[in-house]
């Protein structure tokens, strides 16, 4: 299978714990994305990265997250101090061109 | 603020009809603009795109219409089939940036046998 992998697929934490997620992109695609999605809603942008370089982030990235994606390659996406309103899926994108193709996505519930 | 909007939260059809999903958007600088198909705990398949210099295209069974001066889509799947069963997403990003997308909310689409 050669699309987008994401792993864990469903995570559980207790509030005040770390999480981190991983996203291997396409192996050709040079952009890589997260997104959050939660219940009803349409994934929102969290944080672009083009090759190692992380070019935008939205304002919905607190500092308890941080993604990082050394040598271009997979990319990890880390939640600290967890609380309840974290709680959604996460997902991962990537892409070569204009069109996005997105992993299967993490699920995280913070109890 | 809402940038790129689906009005119908569900939408049902008979099997072998057409389904006709609407997506209205406000941000004039979108220029490419894509449908994805998403099941429950998977994450969004792409499906159809277009770009702002054109107003259709179309990929088997689905086509996508563009309306610029309404700032406007639609996505047409013809015949409809239960395995088309699934929420679709709207779309739209500004080509040439960093190409983030802003997704509408969806619409849940029930084909009906």
């Known amino acids: 299978d050669t699309g987008v992998s994401q792993n864990p697929r469903h995570k559980i934490t207790k509030r005040g714990q770390n999480v981190t997620f991983r996203c291997d992109p396409i192996s050709e695609h040079n952009r890589l994305y997260w997104y959050r999605q939660t219940l009803g809603q349409g994934p929102e942008f969290l944080t672009y990265f083009q090759n190692e370089a992380q070019l935008e982030k939205s304002r919905l990235l607190s500092d308890r997250f941080s993604a990082e994606r050394p040598k271009g390659s997979f990319s990890t996406l880390e939640i600290q101090r967890t609380e309840q309103g974290d709680s959604a899926m996460y997902l991962c994108?990537?892409?070569?061109?204009?069109?996005?193709?997105f992993g299967p996505g993490t699920r995280l519930l913070v109890l | 603020d809402q940038q790129v909007k689906q009005n119908s939260p569900s939408l049902s059809v008979q099997e072998g009809r057409i389904s006709i999903l609407n997506c209205d958007y406000t941000n004039s600088m979108f220029d490419y603009f894509l449908w994805y198909k998403k099941y429950p705990a998977e994450g969004p398949t792409f499906l159809i795109s277009?770009?702002?210099?054109?107003d259709k295209n179309e990929d088997g069974r689905f086509t996508v219409f563009l309306n610029k001066s309404a700032k406007h889509l639609s996505l047409h799947i013809v015949p409809s089939q239960p395995g088309d069963s699934a929420v679709y997403f709207c779309?739209?990003?500004?080509?040439?940036?960093?190409?983030?997308?802003?997704f509408g909310t969806g619409t849940k689409l029930q084909v009906i046998p």
């Open positions: 994108a990537s892409s070569l061109g204009q069109t996005q193709y």
């Open positions: 779309a739209a990003t500004v080509s040439g940036g960093y190409q983030k997308v802003t």
């Open positions: 277009i770009s702002s210099i054109k």
